[in-house]
Structure formats: C-alpha cells, structure tokens
C-alpha cells in the first residue's frame, strides 16, 4: 500500500446521515451533509460548477469527499473541515463557516502548509472556504492574490442556487435529497433567498428609496430612544458606564458597566421591533472575548453560588422579573422568523425559585430583568419607566452586593440619595 492509499484510508468518510449529524458544530454537521450530498450526486457538473464558482481550475475528476482529517504543521495538527479527492492525486481543502466574519487567517494557512507538507506540494492542492460571508473577506482575498486559482471562496448561498438550479436535470431521487439539504442549512441558520417574480422586482424596483427613507427614519427614532434611556440611566447612577454599543435592526441594545457587579458586560438594555419587546436585564453570566474560558468557567460557578444562597428569594417573589437568554444570530430560534441576534424571554420562568444552573436554555447565558410589551406610543416615557426598572434591579440584586467579587470597591450609590 503506497503513500497514498494510506491517506485515503484514514480518511473519514460520510456514509449516512447519522455520520453527517453526530459531530457537535454546525459548520462539521452541514459539511459533512455536503460531504455526503456530493458523493451521492451522479454529475461531473456540479462538482466543476462548484469549482467555477469558487474561482478554481480542477481538471480533474472527483473521486471522494472525506472530513476531518487532520494534516501536520509545525505546532501540532490542523484538521479542515472536508477534503476532496480528486484524481491524480490532487486535493481540495474545505474549511468552512457558518456566519458572517468568521474567517480565520492563521487556521487556513496552517491547513494549506500541512496541505502541501501532505499531499506533495502546492502543485497537488486547492483550498475552499465555504462561508456565511457575501463577499470575499478581505485577508482571505489577500491570501488569493499571492496564490493565484488556488484559492477559492464560495458562499453558503451560492452553493444552495447552484444545487436548486441543478436538480431540473438529477431526477426526483437526488432532487429529495438536495430539498433536504437545503432544510437543513435552514436549521442552522442559512436560508434559501426566494428570487421575485418579474412584477414583485418591478415594485421593489419602484419603491425601493421610499423604503430606505423609511428604514432610516425608524433607526434615528429606535436609537434616539433607547440611548435616551441608557443616559437616563447613567444620569440617574453612580458606578455605571457604557460598556458596549450596538445598534441595529432588528434588536437594539445597550450594553452598561457596573461598578459593583460580578462581570464587566453588566446590563442591557434593549428594544426588539420583532419580538416587540423593551427592557432591561442584568447579566448573570455570558460567553465573552474578554474572559479566558476557566474564567468564565468560575464567575458561572460564584454567580450560581450567590443565585442560590440569596437572588433566588427575591427573583421568585417579584412576578414581574423574567429570565432570558441571548441567541446569536446563526442560532435557530422557532419562534423567531428571521435569524438575527436577540433576547428571547424563557416562558413558565417568572415568580419561580428557578436554578439556571439547571435548565438547558441557560447553559451558557443567564439574564433577567423587566421586559415590556412594545407600544410605538409610549416610545418618549420609557426612559422613565426603564429608569425604575433598573432601580429596581440595583435595590434588589446590586445594592451592599458583598459576595461579588468585586466587593471592595466603593459603595454603589444612586445619585441624589
């Protein structure tokens, strides 16, 4: 068995659906779907398709799709999320994201020298990157120019206009199995664009400054209210500052600091013109940047710790304060119509001795707080009412917080008290 024969056969290969779906991240699961999709596909075309659209020359047949297999660099391993074989023994690598900006120029440079440290040379290898992204990223571009057709892009979209314009001429069989595929990057958060009709492109067409004119009126007003209310916020209290700003449809948010609570991202406020939802919460805990995973690992453990020994009480008697969690915008929420960041509150959570640490919508983000229904007429009061809420939260959860361990710092104060 020569070298080559070796590498094919430690290699993973997808033979059902169950080995597509077993692996835990979404880009491994939908790669490796598309992993299977490919080999059950009988025409060349789709697979030269592909690779046109990437901006790739193979001429080469393909012979298999593999995933996971991990290529030697100088630190250790990398392991792309596919590899295709092709014959002659050429490869193309596929490392693939699911959502917007992901991309990761250290991990495709190592996948493309353990690549050529593999597979013979540069002369034997292609790379993909399969992505959530519109466009090129621009570092990857970068990366493009100094290797000429031997690095392509594709967008997740792109692949699934190509597969829909492809399956006319597959048959019912393959055409099941690409609906089916197209389902499932729907699951996870990327969906088919439906192209308009002739008449629906002709009152786009018409309407379309209309519109923007329309969507940029209702920004200014949503931003100037909910920063109206963050400032009354920080006007009212001593120890808070803004920590983080991000504004858009269709959940605008606020982010505050807090002097005297256990974790820097504080407190949000935030306003959902989908959900049509207004409120404001404090962070119990959340996935962050700025924290080490063994430290975010031990602010869960301490916050969970003061939940019980003393938060707990004084959530359950207040109806009125609810629990949520935060989803990102690859994430699928049911009930959510469109894939976009968001709080979502967790029904049959108020007025319950409720244990986070217990309940799997709170795995990794906690919060809770006061939310309102969204009414367009009472925009100009809620920084009053919003203002009280948060009082609220800092009298019961925030004031004489002596088990966080930020308790050494001056006493938090509301000014004018």
């Given at each position: 068995m020569n070298a080559n024969e070796r590498r094919c056969e430690n290699m993973t290969k997808i033979k059902s659906l169950y080995d597509a779906i077993k692996y835990k991240k979404p880009e491994n699961q939908c790669t490796n779907f598309l992993a299977y999709l490919l080999e059950k596909l009988p025409n060349k075309k789709i697979i030269d398709d592909i690779c046109k659209n990437s901006g790739l020359t193979i001429n080469e047949y393909m012979l298999s799709v593999n995933v996971q297999y991990p290529l030697k660099v100088k630190d250790g391993i990398s392991i792309p999320?596919?590899?295709m074989i092709f014959s002659n023994r050429k490869y193309l690598i596929i490392e693939a994201k699911m959502s917007k900006g992901d991309f990761k120029k250290s991990q495709f440079i190592n996948h493309f020298n353990g690549g050529k440290e593999e597979f013979g040379g540069k002369e034997n290898?292609?790379?993909?990157?399969?992505?959530?992204?519109?466009?090129?990223?621009?570092e990857l571009n970068e990366f493009k120019k100094m290797h000429p057709e031997r690095i392509g892009f594709l967008s997740w979209h792109s692949l699934l206009t190509l597969l829909d314009e492809s399956k006319a001429s597959l048959g019912e069989r393959y055409e099941i199995i690409i609906e089916e595929f197209s389902k499932f990057l729907s699951h996870n958060g990327i969906r088919r664009v439906i192209p308009m009709d002739n008449e629906e492109l002709k009152n786009f067409i018409e309407n379309y400054s209309?519109?923007?004119?329309?969507?940029?009126?209702?920004?200014e007003k949503f931003s100037k209210t909910i920063n109206k209310i963050q400032e009354k916020i920080i006007t009212d209290f001593e120890d808070v500052e803004p920590k983080h700003d991000l504004t858009d449809f269709p959940c605008f948010y606020r982010c505050l600091k807090i002097a005297d609570w256990h974790f820097d991202y504080s407190s949000y406020i935030f306003l959902d013109i989908i959900s049509k939802k207004i409120g404001v919460v404090l962070t119990g805990y959340e996935d962050s940047d700025e924290y080490s995973k063994g430290q975010l690992k031990e602010i869960k453990e301490e916050f969970l710790g003061n939940w019980d020994e003393k938060y707990k009480d004084k959530y359950k008697v207040d109806s009125e304060l609810c629990a949520l969690t935060w989803f990102q915008e690859y994430e699928d929420d049911d009930e959510y119509p469109i894939k976009a960041t968001h709080f979502k509150i967790i029904e049959g959570t108020s007025g319950k001795p409720i244990k986070p640490g217990n309940l799997p919508a709170f795995e990794d983000r906690f919060y809770f707080g006061y939310v309102h229904e969204l009414e367009i007429e009472k925009l100009n009061t809620y920084p009053e009412i919003i203002a009280k809420d948060f009082n609220k939260l800092f009298n019961n959860f925030i004031k004489n917080n002596k088990l966080t361990r930020k308790s050494k710092k001056a006493t938090f104060t509301r000014k004018g008290n």
């Open positions: 999320d596919a590899i290898i292609w790379m993909l990157f399969l992505s959530g992204d519109d466009d090129v990223p621009g209309k519109e923007e004119e329309k969507k940029r009126g209702a920004f």
